[in-house]
């Protein structure tokens, strides 16, 4: 059994702990009936000593066919540490292995509890048509009535998605946007905004990325504000303008469902 | 042949048509970012349990069904095997083209 640390920023303090597990074969050992408890060691403190534990739960990458774990748990301090996952399967059985890594001071995202960065973002006052401002096949024009610069100054509570469905040509990829799509059907009243991570431009009649000089991808401005180094990324921020909670990666509507009834 | 095996053939002529020295399937373990558009390399583990390290050095095809690097933690959480289409400069091996390699098993 092998494990793969999915999240990009593991920081001191509050951290979501994303992580799954497969076999020597690249077969995905993470799955809804295996049970994984993990054990942390703080490795500059004592290698080998716990100091704490946590439950894990799965959650789905993609509904029914892929998924990975999620653990929120809290690192003391920042340094070198360890988790053993011990796994359970179905019929008993146990495996258990551990991986050693480097836990960081701070995250380049805005921390929980901390002010979240006022950027405008494009909308569709500004921009007329969707499709110039959203790779979204089937834009949810609600999510373009408001700017992140809107929300905070009209002191909005709001979920702030930056995810592109442009990449995501087959099931396989976390439909990250789908996700807060339909949890938006059941908060109507509550403030929703997507944005593309990348730059864009209109060209032959789809929006597409711009390269830079070397052909590489660019960061939006309001991206690069947000400091992501990963997408999908989604926030939750209250009516004051503090991130109350965030997700990197694959979100499971029931984490974001918590997250805003906790506004 | 079984289905996953021709699903492989089909990946694999699909990243050869990169001007590449090489492909590998496998699982991204490990991704070495500065940031949006700034994935520096990443670390593949094959079926037969090899680690591969791969360099991000100048543009990665962005054709028909290729992703950018900035996607691979996506494939990284769901385990998803990728293809990497790569060539080989200075003992390293540059990227040339990513593809989702399950994805062509449909």
Redesign the interface.
């Known amino acids: 059994m092998?494990p793969?640390?999915?999240s990009?920023e593991l920081a001191k303090g509050p951290t979501r702990f994303?992580f799954?597990l497969?076999d020597?074969?690249?077969q995905?050992i993470?799955a809804p009936n295996v049970d994984v408890h993990l054990v942390f060691y703080d490795v500059d403190v004592a290698p080998d000593t716990v100091a704490f534990e946590s439950d894990s739960r799965f959650i789905w990458?993609?509904e029914g066919e892929?998924?990975?774990y999620v653990a929120h748990v809290e690192f003391s301090s920042a340094g070198r540490w360890g988790t053993r996952f011990n796994a359970t399967f179905p019929d008993g059985r146990t495996q258990t292995v551990r991986a050693d890594y480097d836990v960081r001071e701070t995250t380049?995202t805005p921390a929980i509890g901390t002010t979240a960065p006022s950027v405008d973002t494009p909308t569709a006052a500004g921009a007329g048509d969707l499709g110039s401002i959203s790779s979204d096949p089937e834009p949810e024009p609600r999510f373009y009535e408001t700017s992140i610069a809107e929300a905070l100054a009209a002191g909005k509570s709001f979920v702030v998605a930056f995810a592109t469905p442009a990449?995501?040509?087959?099931?396989?990829?976390?439909p990250t946007l789908e996700t807060v799509k339909s949890v938006a059907e059941d908060y109507p009243d509550l403030t929703f905004i997507n944005v593309e991570?990348?730059v864009m431009e209109v060209r032959d009649g789809s929006l597409q990325?711009v390269?830079?000089a070397?052909?590489?991808?660019?960061?939006a401005p309001w991206?690069?504000a947000w400091?992501?180094?990963?997408?999908?990324f989604v926030a939750v921020v209250d009516d004051q303008g503090t991130v109350r909670a965030k997700f990197e990666?694959?979100i499971a509507a029931d984490e974001l469902v918590e997250a805003i009834e906790a506004l | 042949m079984k289905r996953w095996a021709l699903a492989i053939l089909i990946v694999l002529a699909a990243v050869a048509c990169a001007p590449a020295d090489g492909t590998a399937i496998g699982i991204v373990t490990s991704i070495d970012s500065a940031g949006l558009g700034g994935v520096r390399g990443f670390i593949l583990r094959t079926e037969n349990g090899e680690t591969l390290d791969f360099t991000i050095r100048g543009p990665v095809a962005l054709d028909g069904d290729a992703f950018p690097p900035d996607h691979l933690r996506e494939h990284m959480a769901s385990a998803e095997s990728i293809a990497v289409a790569y060539r080989t400069e200075g003992g390293l091996r540059v990227v040339v083209r990513l593809t989702d390699a399950s994805a062509q098993d449909g």
């Not at chain 1, 990449?167 to 976390?174: I, M």
């Not at chain 1, 070397?214 to 960061?219: F, I, K, P, S, T």
Request: proline content about 4%; glycine content about 10%.
């Open positions: 092998l793969i640390l999915v990009s994303l799954s497969t020597r074969a690249n995905l993470a990458a993609v892929r998924g990975l380049s990449f995501c040509r087959t099931a396989t990829c976390g991570p990348y990325l390269r830079s070397d052909g590489q991808l660019q960061a991206t690069e400091g992501l180094v990963t997408e999908p990666g694959t």
